[in-house]
């Protein structure tokens, strides 16, 4: 069985070959968990870029997982030289367009964090109940794009972010957009303890695909907490998530103690956070900037707090002028 997946094209020739290394690479890993590996050729036909494979065969539940990558457009068999377009398996939970929508400067394309996302699972232990509800944290979350993109595949998601700003803005969009679509929803507000006094607040949102299900109680939460991400330990329960996804910030930033820090200080400080609070088998992928933050000492810092570096093709590529992106997967015994 030869398979052809068509890639989303890109208006930016430089940066389509780099999404074109990670859709390989997010490809190549997921067949390989899945247990139908082989290798994954680029090729161009029509003048538009595919990823090719061979394969014995494809359960329906294979399909369900491989319709969820994110590089990828449409899906054919190649049978005796025509393409035969093979049916998508995996319907969105919540609307598809929920991780594009919100737009603000230095967002990360969303595709990229969903390669992650497919990444963190394709190592980790739970990739044998990829679609059962898996509980998805990003510990620097920013406005929360990761936190939405679990939302879509069916998953919970949980996320810390410094910046009221940047929490407010997630938020209130989130509501606009439950309520424009009417998803049945609720939303509350609490404040989190640290160290015996407050040292977070979470918004979180129960909501559900249909009315009947929320009325039955099969939901989905989003939790988004303003708080401190080297507290995370205090913030989450320990062993409470099953996979980690994180874009770390590009430049140097505000430390989260009120100084100025390296990004790669915040993170020696917060990884064993992270990593406690982490299932066993479960993965941090990790996205960083090669010309602030160099990879070896991230590999170390991992190693330190208790997590296993996972050996991957190589995964950076060129994003802009001032960045270059790589990307880590750590996973934790």
């Not at 620097?140 to 990761?146: E, V």
């Not at 941090?284 to 190693?303: G, H, I």
Request: contains cysteine.
């Amino acid at each position: 069985m030869k398979c052809a997946f068509l890639l989303y094209p890109h208006p930016n020739v430089r940066y389509r070959q780099s999404l074109l290394t990670i859709a390989q690479a997010e490809l190549s890993m997921t067949l390989e968990a899945l247990g139908r590996g082989g290798e994954v050729r680029p090729v161009t036909m029509g003048g538009a870029a595919f990823l090719t494979f061979d394969c014995d065969h494809l359960t329906r539940r294979d399909v369900r997982m491989l319709s969820q990558l994110a590089g990828v457009y449409v899906m054919f068999t190649m049978e005796d030289a025509q393409m035969v377009p093979m049916e998508p398996e995996h319907p969105n939970y919540i609307g598809e367009d929920l991780p594009a929508l919100l737009k603000y400067k230095g967002k990360t394309n969303e595709m990229f964090t969903d390669a992650m996302l497919t990444m963190a699972l394709s190592q980790s232990a739970f990739m044998p109940v990829h679609d059962s509800q898996l509980i998805v944290c990003d510990p620097m979350a920013g406005r929360g794009t990761t936190l939405m993109l679990a939302a879509r595949r069916g998953y919970h998601g949980v996320g810390i972010e410094i910046s009221k700003g940047d929490v407010k803005e997630c938020c209130d969009f989130l509501t606009r957009y439950l309520e424009y679509h009417r998803t049945k929803y609720k939303r509350s507000e609490s404040a989190l303890t640290v160290r015996g006094k407050v040292g977070g607040r979470e918004t979180k949102f129960v909501f559900s695909d249909t009315a009947e299900h929320f009325k039955d109680g099969d939901t989905r939460t989003l939790r988004m907490i303003c708080g401190d991400t080297r507290d995370a330990c205090a913030l989450l329960r320990p062993q409470s998530v099953h996979l980690m996804v994180t874009d770390v910030p590009y430049g140097v930033q505000k430390g989260t103690a009120g100084r100025q820090d390296t990004i790669g200080g915040t993170i020696g400080a917060a990884l064993g956070g992270w990593q406690e609070v982490l299932k066993p088998g479960g993965v941090l992928a990790m996205s960083f900037n090669t010309y602030v933050t160099r990879r070896a000492e991230l590999e170390r810092q991992c190693e330190k707090a208790g997590l296993c570096v996972v050996q991957t093709p190589s995964l950076e590529h060129w994003v802009e002028q001032a960045v270059n992106r790589d990307v880590i997967l750590a996973r934790k015994p």
